[in-house]
DNA sequence: ACGCCCTTGTGAAGGCATTCACAAAATCGA
DNA sequence: TCGATTTTGTGAATGCCTTCACAAGGGCGT
């Protein structure tokens, strides 16, 4: 019972890129989506000064199953030595190669409240070849602040900036009511990968990729499952918590490994 | 190309509830995704004062194909007429039931960062059955303010408010170095449902769920499958942009359909 | 009452993705 | 040089989910 994998998964933009890019063989959908958390595991050893990991301990770190990896990593080629296991930093590279990290790509984020201000600030956004190019609001309090060293401009320059940005991708992060106006004005100006916090479904021509970040989802998604568990086993589950509380850092193998399904 | 579908499908926490709850036909964790969504879209029905709706509308509101939705509700039972539709009020009633959503949970929410205030301030929490019991951060500068009715709460009280409040799901909202050592000392206090926005993969006991929202995947993903676009015609995007500006509010069907695959 | 039309509910088929399990490759020690 | 050992890369099998396509069911007009 867990969610990594599923998540991930679930994650992935639809089809329709099988037929592009090359003669390479395709990628799943579900692969990209997890290569983005080999990369992060993949940066966490780097920094710990590891030089050659296993698919088997790189899948612990990622949380998933170690043939599932290693398939993963057999689309991208044979960057794999048989007997010893993967560069690290060859890895890394191939990946964020594959993901498109290396050219990098402005961003535009609308939206500035508690939620566009975290988002501004989220480290991992300059550290992997994300840019911020512009920040849009539509409350007159807020346009014109500096925010991370960039002034916060009204949302009715969004064309015009979008356009002479190149803005490649755009995160949206205002109230729902605005979402989709806000989404229109985007595609218009260009955009055609957006990233949407806002709770709506929005509406795009078809060569336009939108993810959805919804938070509602995900705590209805935790609640059915917690229904169920409440509902059956009202005594394993004071077992749980009385008999065998759970020992943190206690390393053992049964427990890290229980992300990996 | 569109992300809608699997990004519902991957969230799916995993399996092995599936031989639980009764001995109703167990339902697919893909379709429970996709439940909360239906949800959403049947909540601005009721606001409109529409009383039934037929698969085939409401699938276009939620972005999805109309059999697959059809498919889903069939796990609930059922609830439509043949030749007229849903009934919207009994169908959203039903959905709310089958997530859990009748009986009201707990939350606690540690984090109080741009983020957590974010979450904090997100309507769809009170409104949708989830109550926050709880607000935690380490910092002292802001244990001891008030938040939405809310005081801030040190840390160090986690494992006994959890514990008192009988929290049954926990939303992880702090940096990534603190995130496995937070989510432990749930676990301990007996949480088994956690939304964790740290970007690291959390180690849990297989009685725990986690479900992850992870910013820089979801960047990276739409990085993925913009690189594959500006690869393959440049030429195509040219005529996009400068030929066909898309028109918003077109109403135009084959435009609000692109969400449905 | 009856037949027409609409829409649901669902077997069956097909497509992806995961998992299994093993042959192929590479190192290391003797 | 050779065999033992380790770990990759991948065909094949399995399983889940989606999509198709249609029979069954229900309202409505006449």
Redesign the pocket.
């Known amino acids: 019972m867990t969610a990594q ?1 599923d998540q ?2 679930a994650v ?1 933009v639809n ?1 329709d890129q099988r037929s592009a890019a090359g003669a390479e063989r395709p990628i ?4 990209v989506a997890r290569l983005a958390v080999y990369l992060r595991a993949l940066s966490g050893l780097v920094e710990t000064g590891i030089a050659t990991v ?3 301990s790189l899948a612990a770190a990622a949380g ?5 990896l ?2 993963d ?2 689309y991208l080629g ?9 560069d690290v930093a060859l890895l890394l590279e191939q990946i964020r190669a594959t993901l498109g990290l290396n050219e990098d790509r402005a961003v535009a984020l609308i939206g500035v409240g508690h939620l566009g201000q975290a988002l501004a600030g989220y480290a991992g956004f300059a550290t992997r070849g994300f840019q911020i190019a512009a920040l849009f609001d539509a409350d007159p309090a807020v346009v014109g602040s500096q925010l991370r060293g960039l002034r916060v401009l009204h949302v009715d320059l969004l064309e015009q900036v979008v356009r002479a940005e190149r803005v490649a991708i755009a995160v949206i992060a205002v109230p729902a009511a605005g979402a989709q106006d806000v989404c229109n004005r985007l595609v218009a100006a260009g955009v055609t990968s957006i990233l949407n916090f806002a709770p709506v479904v929005l509406a795009v021509p078809a060569h336009v990729d939108v993810r959805k970040v919804d938070l509602a989802a995900e705590m209805q998604i935790l609640s059915f499952h917690d229904s169920r568990k409440s509902a059956r086993a009202e005594d394993a589950q004071a077992r749980f918590s009385d008999e065998q509380p759970f020992r943190p850092g206690s390393g053992d193998a049964s427990v890290s490994m229980a992300a990996a ?1």
Do not use: C, F, I, Q
Not at 64 to 68: E, L, T
């Open positions: 994998d991930l998964d992935g089809a799943p959908d579900a692969t296993s698919s088997e998933v199953n170690s043939a599932k290693r398939k990593l057999s044979s960057y794999g030595v048989r007997g010893v296991g993967y399904k």
